[in-house]
């Protein structure tokens, strides 16, 4: 079972950055895509931004042009940067592996953005 382990969440002021990673615990097999959601307060989960296996990116338009997501060489590290953030950009941030046998959540990681 392929363990997704989330780091770098926090508080931040407004505009400020942060950078979210998300390591896999092995090599993910016939891997699809990764992606990133989050889960405000009183909100439903929401695609944020994924990556395919090729590095091609994809984007909410709320964070278009703000967010920056990547892949490693290894395909085992995902990362969000997160440029001008705001206070609606609060939430929990999960990370996520679709591969073409199985699916791999992350357990999440609070960000916080003060105004």
């Known amino acids: 079972q392929v363990q997704m382990v989330e780091s770098g969440g926090g508080l931040v002021q407004a505009g400020g950055s942060l950078r979210l990673s998300c390591a896999a615990s092995?090599?993910?097999?016939?891997?699809?895509?990764l992606s990133w959601y989050r889960q405000g307060p009183g909100k439903q989960r929401e695609w944020v931004a994924d990556?395919?296996?090729?590095?091609?990116?994809n984007y909410a338009d709320s964070v278009k042009g703000r967010f920056t997501i990547s892949i490693d060489n290894a395909k085992t590290i995902v990362s969000l940067q997160m440029n001008g953030l705001k206070p609606e950009d609060t939430a929990v941030y999960y990370c996520y592996a679709e591969t073409y046998e199985a699916n791999y959540w992350g357990q999440g990681i609070q960000v916080t953005v003060s105004s």
């Open positions: 990556v395919t296996s090729s590095g091609s990116a």
């Open positions: 092995e090599t993910i097999h016939r891997l699809n895509v």
